[in-house]
């Protein structure tokens, strides 16, 4: 089956420092990718639309210049928390749809993101 | 943009009882209809989905109904188990993202009892 492999599980960093998170496709290639926060006891909320070779797709609210996504290749996605403060503490989720027409969704295992 | 409620919160049940989880959305547009189990810790996964040209799907002990009129979605789990206490969260499709653009409802604390 498809699998979304997501690095690291957990980082702890210091106010004012950037965090790069990995999401990668194992076995199937995606040219789209989403990436999801979630807060303690809370549902996910779709941050961007992480698009291959091409410029990802923010949703309203969501800086763009404080959360970088880069798609450079069909199996691997990055996420960069830039200047990181306390309040970006949150558990960051990469999901990816599967080989095929209308395949299903498939999540990482999350990096939970300590900003101390 | 589409919205997705997810009733109950919380949900505790004996074990062997059966759960149901209901969830209503805004946008009619809506075409798939995903239902996610979330471990702690861990990133949701996907237990079973609907698409809006079937009515109900079932999966084992697992089954979905969907009533496109009405614009809810329902999952049903029989004979519960311990290992299905988890965060279970449905989720419908924004059609102007395509379909796999996901709106996930609030989430329900399933806890089965021994």
């Known amino acids: 089956g498809a699998v979304v492999s997501q690095h690291p599980s957990r980082v702890i960093c210091k106010s004012g420092t950037s965090v790069k998170i990995e999401c990668r496709s194992l076995d199937f290639q995606a040219t789209t990718m989403f990436w999801y926060r979630q807060f303690p006891k809370q549902s996910l909320m779709l941050m961007a639309t992480s698009n291959e070779g091409s410029k990802a797709t923010y949703e309203q609210g969501v800086e763009k210049d404080k959360f970088l996504i880069n798609h450079a290749s069909l199996t691997l996605s990055t996420l960069t928390v830039t200047s990181a403060h306390p309040e970006d503490s949150s558990f960051y989720i990469c999901s990816a749809p599967g080989q095929g027409y209308n395949s299903p969704l498939h999540f990482g295992n999350g990096t939970r993101l300590t900003v101390t | 943009g589409e919205n997705v409620e997810q009733h109950p919160s919380t949900l505790s049940v004996q074990e062997g009882d059966s759960a149901v989880i209901k969830c209503t959305y805004s946008d009619s547009a809506s075409n798939y209809f995903p239902w996610y189990k979330q471990e702690l810790g861990k990133g949701p996964q996907l237990i079973i989905d609907?698409?809006?040209?079937?009515g109900e799907k079932k999966d084992q002990r697992i089954a979905v109904t969907l009533n496109k009129t009405a614009k809810h979605f329902s999952l049903h789990i029989t004979e519960t188990q311990p290992e299905d206490s988890a965060v279970y969260f449905c989720a419908a499709n924004s059609p102007s993202g395509g379909y796999n653009k996901l709106i996930f409802g609030a989430g329900t604390r399933l806890a089965v009892h021994p």
């Open positions: 609907i698409r809006s040209n079937v």
